[in-house]
Nanobody, 124 residues
Framework: QVQLAESGGRLVQAGGALRLSCAAS????????LGWFRQAPGKEREFVAA????????YYAEAVKGRFTISRDNAKNILSLQMNSLKPEDTAVYYC?????????????????WGQGTQVTVSS
């Protein structure tokens, strides 16, 4: 069992930066691949970024590549998402999730555990 809790979402102006965190708890949390997804109003949840259990492999959605950076600290069981050059279209609830296969996968069905989400709003 892995519990996930996101934090760091807030209102930010376009062009600004924001760092999201996700605290993972559970004895085997470090063995899981971790990912970020987001859901904008009226839209389906979509993949943002993922990182393997070791932190060596990362994977990004095209929409955020070059602007967002995913990282993890397995000693502290913290997942982070550094978001730069934010755009109004980045506005969404951001969720972290844990993948039992330990991979950096964009496939939502591969994720077994989910956090409650944190709201990011980017104003124009």
């Amino acid at each position: 069992q892995v519990q996930l809790a996101e934090s760091g979402g807030r209102l930010v102006q376009a062009g600004g930066a924001l760092r999201l965190s996700c605290a993972a708890s559970g004895r085997t949390a470090g063995n899981y691949g971790l990912g970020w997804f987001r859901q904008a109003p009226g839209k389906e949840r979509e993949f943002v970024a993922a990182i393997s259990w070791s932190g060596v492999t990362t994977y990004y959605a095209e929409a955020v590549k070059g602007r967002f950076t995913i990282s993890r600290d397995n000693a502290k069981n913290i997942l982070s998402l550094q978001m730069n050059s934010l755009k109004p279209e980045d506005t969404a609830v951001y969720y972290c999730a844990a993948d039992k296969f330990g991979l950096a996968t964009p496939r939502e069905p591969d994720y077994e555990y989910w956090g409650q989400g944190t709201q990011v709003t980017v104003s124009s």
